[in-house]
Nanobody, 125 residues
Framework: VQLQASGGGLVQAGGSLRLSCVATGGTFSRYTVGWFRQAPGKDREFVSAIRGSSSITYYADTVKGRFTISRDNAKNTVYLHMITLRPEDTAVYYC???????????????????WGQGTQVTVSS
């Protein structure tokens, strides 16, 4: 599976962005797709994930209520709609995918086999 993330940019605090992750290859509905982010000087952190066929969603506490993950299996695309953005949301956002994750592994970046190239999100104060 190859992943292509897009949609990042520069936005003022309180603004919104929608990230997209398009997958090619593989059977998309089999894959759990997630987003991780990494800010300069910080560890990579889990943001959100969505299961393949059930579309059950998971969120980090820091983004719950502000970010919404969704998927369109017909378009092989996962979206991350981000609202009420804060300066601390500034990071490179990575789209990831894997087909065999158990619940306890969803928030661990090391468990995902497939990674996109990242898209920069910058939130100005």
């Amino acid at each position: 599976v190859q992943l292509q993330a897009s949609g990042g940019g520069l936005v003022q605090a309180g603004g919104s962005l929608r990230l997209s992750c398009v997958a090619t290859g593989g059977t998309f509905s089999r894959y759990t797709v997630g987003w991780f982010r990494q800010a300069p000087g910080k560890d990579r952190e889990f943001v959100s994930a969505i299961r393949g066929s059930s579309s059950i969603t998971y969120y980090a506490d820091t983004v719950k209520g502000r970010f919404t993950i969704s998927r369109d299996n017909a378009k092989n695309t996962v979206y991350l709609h981000m609202i009420t953005l804060r300066p601390e949301d500034t990071a490179v956002y990575y789209c990831v995918a894997d087909s065999g994750l158990i619940l306890s592994s969803l928030r661990l970046s090391s468990q995902y086999d497939y990674w996109g190239q990242g898209t920069q999100v910058t939130v100005s104060s």
